[in-house]
């Protein structure tokens, strides 16, 4: 069963409107929660990760135990930030292994 | 980052043959991941390895296998290679830590198996 929800396969945004990458994640404990960015031709790197609690490019993610989500947000799109997202959580805290979901293709219009 | 390379970039192979694709990195990390990715599946974790003696099953190792030569190499070894192999495959490297490290990943290696 797919523990990792990321709904959005493809957003289109335009150039100055917000964006937001939803994540839902169904492990239980605490998880330890990431999200990955692929730009054209680069590899997958990381762009956040919820302990640290910091914007990375103007993005930011907040963690809702409640609602076990880590919705990525940027409340201005720029076109650099066109790119797949991969919401990743641990399912296991300290053991170091992903579990990506199916990403986001993130799509910003000039 | 190119501290951590792959080896083809790129491969077009036949069914059943023997196909082995090669990590190695710089960074001085123990731990190393074989993923594959589909298009619409995102990344699925195949085998990874948190030091040279230690080798795990991730959610998909069926059909592969892997060896951790030395802390900077892991391959990822295809036996009998099938069409449903057919995908994008990531090496990736973290640190030991506490909690979970950053992963960097390798640059990719797109196998076809016809």
Redesign the interface.
């Known amino acids: 069963a797919q523990r990792v929800t990321q709904p959005e396969k493809l957003l289109s945004v335009f150039k100055g409107a917000p964006v937001e990458l939803k994540c839902n994640y169904s492990y239980s404990g605490s998880p330890e929660l990431f999200w990955y960015v692929q730009y054209s031709r680069q590899r997958l790197q990381l762009l956040l990760r919820h302990i640290s609690r910091e914007s990375i490019k103007g993005f930011t993610a907040d963690l809702n135990k409640g609602e076990t989500s880590f919705h990525l947000k940027k409340p201005f799109a720029q076109e650099e930030d066109s790119a797949m997202y991969y919401c990743a959580p641990t399912p296991q805290y300290g053991n170091n292994r992903l579990a990506f979901g199916k990403g986001n293709q993130v799509v910003v219009i000039p | 980052?190119a501290d951590?390379t792959q080896t083809p970039r790129n491969r077009i192979t036949k069914t059943g043959k023997r196909i082995m694709l090669e990590c190695s990195q710089t960074k001085g990390h123990d731990?190393m991941y074989w993923?594959r990715q589909d298009p619409?599946?995102?990344?699925?974790?195949i085998y990874?390895s948190?030091d040279v003696k230690d080798i795990n099953k991730?959610e998909i190792s069926d059909g592969y296998s892997v060896s951790r030569q030395a802390q900077a190499k892991f391959s990822l070894s295809l036996e009998s290679a099938i069409p449903n192999q057919t995908a994008l495959y990531?090496c990736?490297t973290?640190d030991e830590?506490?909690?979970?490290?950053?992963?960097?990943?390798?640059?990719?290696t797109r196998l076809t198996v016809l």
């Open positions: 980052d951590v731990r993923y619409g599946l995102g990344l699925q974790l990874y948190f991730g990531f990736a973290s830590s506490g909690g979970t490290d950053t992963q960097y990943f390798g640059p990719g």
